[in-house]
């Protein structure tokens, strides 16, 4: 900044600009010490921030050090005009020398050196930039508002996240998390926290929104967990037993789902069907063990969750499997009734009729049998007879 001489102050003038640089520095000062205690930037200096955090506060950061350095020259001019004030008689000299530190630029704060290409025989060999009181508060009040943006919205999410998440782990810490759903719970709570320390402004209000449902529905779910583990203990011997029962209950279901599968490939043809292992006496063994012991009830409740998973599995395989059989068994029973219904409407010895009749029933019978071919030589059949006795099919 380049120095334009101010208009000589009075003695008057000089004392009420002292006075008024003096109020804006004690305002300034009482700023920057809120400022020094705002929780954003408490957070950044705990935790060093990553990421989107860390790239929106470095200019932030250089402009704080700059804010208090700005602060640092404000009081140094102060004190230079307080002393060239408390002379007794103030001469042009020294009212010109205090009317250039309370309105002109006597900070210097820069120092450049100009290249030789580019200095004249006798001119200056530096560049030097000074700037004064005005110019710095100026300065000072747009790093502040920049600072503030950044510190104001770290510490928005952070104190929304730890605030959400505060009564949710008070209840895992009551809870434990014994189970593996409540250790992926925990987790997910953990990284979530640290994203909210570490990098909060990596998170968006959605994402927020998203996750800390997400963490809520789950809590919910561990509350019907722990109750269960609750009952679980209260009633051991009977829970036991209902294992057994659900473990013979899969054993003969994995048993019935290997007859359908068998049939299958004997007789439909079919990509290849799911297979599982029995792994029934297994389950079995396993449960021996734990109706042996005593204690935490949470290993009973994962064998029995990898029951049910392993049973709705042996289901559906055998649904699958069975679902072929008894489609077969339906399409033989609608050929059927479509041939009764041929004979009474008096077409079934037609020729063409009775020739559809021969190829779906063929088709029925072959080894590995083609439902899809079967089903639309049956729709054929019945649009067939439809057609010779005059009706709409």
Partial sequence: MTENPPHILSVADI????????????????????????SGLVLLRRFPPTGVTAQRWAPAQEALDLMWEDFGRLRTILDQAHA??????LDALDREELTVLLRGQPM??????????QRTLIGPREQVVHIGFT?????????????VEVLD???????R?????APVRAELGRIGTGAPELRSLAADIDDLSTRATADPLTLTPAEIDRRLAEITRRMRDAEVLRRELAAMAADRDATITRMRTQVQ??????????????????TILSGPLPEHPDNSAEF????????????????????????????????ESEQLAQGLLDRRAELRGRLEAYSAKAARLGVSEEREVLASNRIAAGLLTRKPCDLAAVTRAITDYRQLIAQKSGRRP
């Fill in 108 to 117: 210097e704060v820069a120092r450049t050196a100009i290249p030789l290409a």
């Fill in 15 to 38: 004392d009420r600009d002292i006075a008024a640089r003096e109020r804006e520095l004690d305002a300034i000062a009482a700023t920057l010490y809120d400022l020094d205690k705002h």
């Fill in 135 to 147: 110019e710095l508060v100026t300065r000072m009040r747009a790093a502040f508002t920049q600072i």
């Fill in 249 to 266: 209950t899969l054993r003969t279901t994995y048993e019935r789902a290997h007859l359908a599968r068998l049939a299958v490939q004997r």
């Fill in 161 to 165: 996240v730890m605030t959400d998440i």
């Fill in 153 to 159: 919205a770290v510490e928005a999410v952070n104190s």
């Fill in 84 to 89: 060239a004030r408390t002379r007794r008689r």
């Fill in 284 to 315: 079995d063994a396993q449960l021996s063990v734990l109706a042996a012991a005593a204690g935490d009830p949470t290993a009973l409740w994962e064998l029995r969750g990898r029951i049910a998973t392993a049973l709705t599995a042996a289901t």
